[in-house]
């Protein structure tokens, strides 16, 4: 079970994922600038590749089933530093949900263990929300993936 260690590089990458969600975030409050975009996503794909590995991150993008996801993703970065971001944007968060689409059930499940955010995923009202949600999801993904 060495894999599942926290090693340094492996904090490292995770601050850095954090830090790329986080300037995406400010790029996109900051109505779509470019320069927050952009460090965004170096500073994401960074923190994956310390996170999980260079070996395993160059396997992940490079899977045919994610050739679609890592294409999207490629070019909206593309049409974002040459300053077209809104179509970036688009182009990016298609290729992020075909991309991480596999790991929507693993968050889901860690949500329910943080104590209070776990609470509110078992109120009646948030269940019956995301059972729809959830059907909308896997309907949208599997006709896209088609």
Not at 52 to 74: A, V, Y
Not at 82 to 109: D, N
């Amino acid at each position: 079970m060495a894999s599942f260690e926290m090693n340094d590089l492996k904090k490292i990458g995770l601050g850095l994922t954090g830090f790329g969600i986080f300037f995406s975030f400010l790029g996109i409050i900051f109505f779509f600038d470019k320069g927050f975009l952009a460090m965004g996503n170096i500073l994401f794909i960074s923190g994956v590749a310390l996170t999980i590995g260079l070996k395993s991150t160059m396997q992940f993008f490079m899977k045919r089933q994610n050739f679609k996801g890592t294409i999207s993703f490629g070019v909206g970065f593309f049409f974002l530093v040459i300053g077209w971001p809104i179509i970036g944007m688009v182009l990016e968060a298609y290729g992020f949900i075909v991309l991480f689409s596999g790991f929507w059930p693993t968050l889901a499940v860690f949500l329910q263990r943080i104590p209070i955010v776990g609470w509110l995923f078992q109120q009646r009202y948030i269940r019956s929300l995301k059972e729809v949600r959830s059907e909308a999801i896997l309907f949208c993904i599997q006709h896209v993936s088609n």
